[in-house]
């Protein structure tokens, strides 16, 4: 949610332990085409402006003031550490910063081009260093000098000149090589890993291309109007369109990249792929052909998403690809041949799972959901197929199968979900709510209020809770803050994310545009923005995150934090037993050995993230890591001596005892099992008064005809 995807080429050329290999060798930094716009690429500009400016909610006027945001976006997403750009890089740049509009207006590419070629000979001047340095050989890094690294150099002053530059570099390394020797690491596999590191990182400065230049520039000036509005290349709206359909059309298989090779990282269940039995995890492809009448295209050396959308194609049309065993002769290679399909991204799909837990005696069986994103085929809806993709109607029929088992109560598990179609979002509340208001939308202008549209198709009524974290976001809190609002179920968990806008994906000449272009407020009137929903019952999180909030790329000028309620008839089935559903929950965890593993584990790693430095002297670094590894062997071995198990000796114990671990259930993790206890608990202080639970279904009518055409998009 934070991370911006059109920029992850540039995280690949930056990032410590890229993926790995020998490469070709360097010649010189300034022996490189710099990269000019595309011949499509000032009309799209130009939409981008013009689409931003009637659809946008913001009614920003594109200026200098505007420009000069721009421009210290569009520098931050190129070196966000500052490590790369001179101050005087920046210094002759800085004509530009009141330039941007006018550009953008004109269709003018040629300053985001050139400050982007700046940035790319200065990549290459970095990999030219760490080349040098590696050559010179890793024994002259002196670990008794006391110095440290900043981990956080976003608001740092751009370096002076080279020199301030290389120390900087020299740093970076010097880190690197630290932990390969704390890890227990050799210096020969320290330097053919450091090594294999530098050259992927060449490849990947060799492999980028206008379009991510484009891209990267673009998003900079979109993303001046709020951090959700995003251009998307052709091809990723293709990924976009993939992700929420849950479908595409091609082999099934997951690749990756090692070495100069594409791999097969994974195969999807059931794909064309998985049911040939030809292909293997972890081979290596090296030629693609289309047909037994067509010549192989060698694909050494190409971009993962360059060789994903070679073997992609149309359902029924054959892919050959040449290929050879992990650890085999690159020179023995085999074909094989595959006839692509659709397949279906189920993973990422909702799913059910129940158990039972014991109360006074008796067993009470509790059902569980799952639902990773919100996401609907769009285009087979406008299609008019009336067996369309889609959260609601698998999450119906989940429940329909749950309540076959007798489920007393109901988990709705939302955690990690990024939201999705609102469309989704308002159908699947619909699931719960009888009738009534489930969000309200405005732009700039009065809410409009977004009802359930089949009132009274009601699937579930008897006891919910739902799960969130810090990483349910937007159709995730549409969807918790109507249950919570109209009180039909105790949502638990942590705050989540706090999106509260919609986005509409709007057409390009070439590619799509993700506008900003209305604030959605719960029933209630309250707004999620920044606040998202707080849960009825809190839980530790495990790794610290409720402590952070995550890094606004932009903002909405709105005073509206708040609007009127919408008229809509609380149930109130939780208020009158939240109290004590609290207290008995709280006499629960302060017992649990489990979450005070969870406690632990979210102050310690909120600590770990208040660090700004880090040491590069060996004996700091060392005493460090001993400390926080001693931390984590205790608290590991209070839990599994908690939990009638043996502790470990060491950490690496822990590790391989982790690997021979089953598939964790549902049920598995404490979160859900605490939650299946406070529904036990609504259970059991809802009988006195009357509470109907796990009662008989109104069966729910599917709508049988596009509902919408809009694609509003709430990730």
Not at 5 to 21: D, K, Q
Not at 175 to 196: H, N, W
Not at 402 to 416: F, P, S, W
Not at 680 to 690: N, T, Y
């Amino acid at each position: 949610m934070t991370t911006n995807p059109y920029a992850r080429w540039l995280l690949v050329i930056l990032a410590v332990g890229a993926l790995s290999a020998a490469g070709d060798p360097l010649t010189s930094a300034s022996d490189y085409a710099a990269l000019e716009p595309l011949d499509g690429h000032p009309q799209t500009s130009v939409a981008i402006v013009d689409r931003l400016r009637h659809y946008h909610m913001a009614s920003k006027p594109l200026d200098d003031e505007l420009s000069s945001q721009i421009f210290d976006k569009y520098l931050s997403f190129l070196d966000p550490k500052r490590s790369h750009l001179l101050a005087e890089d920046v210094s002759e740049f800085e004509k530009y910063r009141d330039r941007f509009d006018d550009a953008l207006e004109q269709g003018d590419l040629a300053p985001a081009f050139e400050i982007y070629n700046r940035f790319h000979r200065r990549a290459l001047e970095r990999i030219e260093y760490d080349v040098a340095a590696l050559q010179r050989g890793i024994e002259q890094f002196d670990f008794t000098a006391e110095e440290d690294v900043q981990l956080d150099r976003s608001e740092a002053p751009w370096p002076a000149d080279r020199a301030a530059v290389e120390r900087l570099w020299h740093q970076s390394l010097k880190s690197r090589v630290l932990s390969g020797k704390l890890a227990g690491e050799s210096l020969e596999t320290i330097a053919d890993t450091l090594t294999k590191r530098v050259n992927n990182s060449l490849r990947a400065v060799r492999q980028t291309r206008s379009e991510d230049v484009f891209q990267t520039y673009i998003n900079a000036f979109a993303q001046t109007y709020d951090e959700y509005t995003q251009y998307f290349s052709p091809r990723d709206s293709e990924d976009f369109n993939i992700a929420m359909s849950l479908s595409l059309e091609g082999i099934g298989a997951v690749l990756g990249r090692q070495d100069d090779y594409t791999v097969v990282q994974d195969l999807v269940k059931g794909g064309p792929a998985d049911l040939g039995g030809d292909l293997k995890r972890t081979d290596r492809i090296v030629a693609v052909s289309q047909s037994e009448k067509e010549p192989f295209v060698d694909i050494v050396g190409w971009r993962t998403d360059e060789v994903v959308q070679l073997i992609r194609g149309p359902k029924d049309s054959p892919v050959l690809l040449k290929v050879f065993a992990a650890g085999g002769d690159a020179a023995a290679t085999r074909v094989v041949e595959i006839v692509r399909n659709v397949v279906k991204l189920e993973d990422q799909a909702a799913s059910k799972s129940s158990f039972t837990i014991d109360r006074n005696g008796r067993e009470q069986r509790i059902g569980v959901l799952v639902i990773p994103t919100f996401y609907m085929d769009f285009k087979a809806l406008r299609a008019g197929d009336r067996n369309y993709k889609s959260t609601t109607r698998d999450v119906a029929r989940l429940i329909g199968e749950l309540k076959d088992e007798d489920i007393d109560a109901l988990i709705v598990d939302l955690r990690n979900n990024g939201g999705g179609s609102l469309q989704e979002a308002r159908e699947l509340t619909g699931l719960f709510v009888e009738s009534g208001p489930v969000v309200q939308v405005a732009d700039s202008s009065r809410p409009t209020v977004l009802s359930d549209r089949d009132g009274g198709a009601v699937t579930w009524r008897g006891p919910l809770a739902v799960i969130v974290n810090r990483y349910s976001a937007s159709a995730s809190e549409i969807f918790a803050g109507a249950i919570q609002d109209y009180g039909l179920g105790v949502v638990v968990g942590n705050q989540t994310f706090g999106k509260g806008t919609v986005q509409t994906l709007i057409p390009l000449p070439a590619g799509e545009l993700k506008v900003t272009e209305r604030r959605y407020y719960r029933v209630s009137g309250q707004g999620t923005e920044r606040n998202g929903i707080v849960p009825d019952i809190v839980f530790p999180a495990r790794d610290g995150s409720a402590r952070r909030r995550p890094e606004v790329l932009g903002t909405i000028d709105d005073p509206m934090a708040t609007v009127s309620a919408a008229p809509y008839a609380p149930r109130n089935r939780v208020a009158p037993l939240l109290d004590a559903l609290r207290t008995r929950h709280e006499e629960r965890a302060r017992s649990n050995p489990e979450f005070a593993y969870l406690r632990a584990r979210e102050d310690y790693f909120g600590r770990l993230r208040e660090r700004t430095h880090l040491s590069l002297r060996e004996a700091t670094r060392l005493a460090q890591q001993e400390a926080d590894d001693a931390w984590i062997l205790n608290v590991e071995n209070a839990r599994l001596v908690a939990r009638g198990e043996q502790p470990v000796a060491d950490l690496d114990e822990l590790t391989a005892r982790r690997e021979a671990e089953t598939e964790r259930r549902p049920e598995d993790d404490v979160l859900t099992r605490e939650t299946a206890a406070i529904l036990a608990d609504f259970i059991d202080l809802s009988q006195p008064l009357a509470m109907a639970g796990g009662q008989a279904p109104v069966p729910r009518t599917l709508p049988t005809e596009p509902a919408a055409t809009a694609r509003a998009d709430e990730g």
